[in-house]
């Protein structure tokens, strides 16, 4: 997962509003004469036939999972739309040779999740040079030329709201501590959820940050790492863990040790991080979404590229080049809102 912070934000609901119908209807294109399809609006209405190849990592996490389910359940809602899906890979050469077939059998449109964005440059390069429009999905190639338009999540946002919501929380108590638990850290996107995560405690000079360790994104080194962290550290404030997954195994460690004396806040947005949250019975308050429907907005992309058409909302003809999904917070307040979109 990996962000790109300076662009064109949005919700993940507001992502698929851009495409709602009544902006522009077919009439009206029909009316305004031959460059109307070009200047048209896509919504849920029939139109052109387009062939999607979608290509992803494997779905070795609940959140890659959910992608997988996103984009599929997306593409079934369009007549129009058919969706050539490859069964993901996590090794470069592999998934770059299922790109490859997609690029043979003359998709129209494909949406790539690469495994590794730099590694797979050379191949979002050849399928745009070979006229099929790409649309990145979250981990960004290289090179701008290498895809027609880039989606997904917002990994410096990410720790910049967990941030301010413990700091919002905690901005009354004298001498705060907090720890992190964090990802994978040769990974570019734990660096900028904790960079976030720094600049927000910024603003709150009763927090402390007193410690921060990164597990593996896993249920295991997230138990492991989280009992590291309580022993270290016998009483603190707040805990923001980079990832649900991981924070299954966290939340058991720390029931293990008997701790409640903090709150924490989740990453991702998992179902069972939701669920958690509307009971409201551990220490469980808060999670920061990096929304998985990235990936049924990445398929309306694709099918409004391949149907040449724009998106509403905008003055512009064409699709943005870029859009960043919005990491909203959710609490006990809106997790009912939420439910609805949380991974398994």
């Known amino acids: 997962m990996t962000s790109r912070r300076n662009m064109l934000f949005g919700t993940a609901a507001a992502g698929a509003a851009l ?10 294109n ?11 609006i896509a919504d849920d209405k029939p139109g052109k036939k387009v062939t999607i190849g979608f290509a992803g990592p494997q779905a070795d996490h609940g959140w890659l999972n959910a992608i997988n389910q996103q984009a599929r359940n997306r593409a079934k809602k369009y007549e129009d739309v058919t969706l050539e899906s490859t069964e993901g890979s996590n090794d470069n050469a592999q998934q770059i040779g299922q790109i490859e077939t997609l690029i043979n059998k003359k998709v129209d449109v494909l949406v790539i999740l690469p495994a590794d964005g730099k590694a797979l440059t050379q191949v979002g390069l050849k399928a745009m040079r070979a006229g099929i429009p790409v649309v990145n999905l979250d981990r960004v190639f290289a090179s701008q030329q290498a895809y027609r338009c880039w989606i997904g999540g917002d990994n410096y946002g990410m720790g910049l709201n967990a941030g301010h919501y413990i700091g919002e929380q905690l901005k009354d108590k004298k001498n705060a501590r907090v720890v992190e638990l964090a990802g994978i850290d040769n990974l570019e996107l734990t660096r900028q959820r904790t960079d976030g995560f720094d600049a927000a405690l910024k603003n709150y000079p009763n927090i402390k940050k007193v410690a921060r360790q990164a597990a593996e994104f896993t249920v ?5 790492t989280m009992a590291q962290l309580l022993r270290a550290e016998p009483k603190f404030d707040a805990l923001w863990n980079h990832d649900d997954d991981q924070g299954v195994g966290a939340e058991r460690a720390i029931k293990q040790a008997g701790r409640d004396e903090f709150l924490m806040v989740g990453g991702a947005g ?73 991974f398994t």
């Open 19 to 28: 495409f709602a119908a009544g902006c522009t209807s077919n009439e009206s």
């Open 270 to 342: 998992s179902k069972r991080a939701m669920t958690a949250i509307k009971a409201d019975n551990t220490v469980m308050k808060a999670t920061v979404l990096y929304p998985p429907t990235m990936a049924a907005s990445a398929i309306d992309l694709a099918r409004a590229l391949g149907q040449g058409k724009g998106v509403g909302g905008l003055a512009e003809f064409e699709i943005p080049a870029s859009l960043t999904l919005y990491s909203a917070v959710v609490t006990k307040d809106n997790v009912e809102e939420y439910l609805p979109i949380g």
């Open 220 to 224: 295991e080194s997230g138990q492991e």
């Open 30 to 40: 029909e009316d305004a004469g031959n460059g109307a399809e070009q200047a048209g």
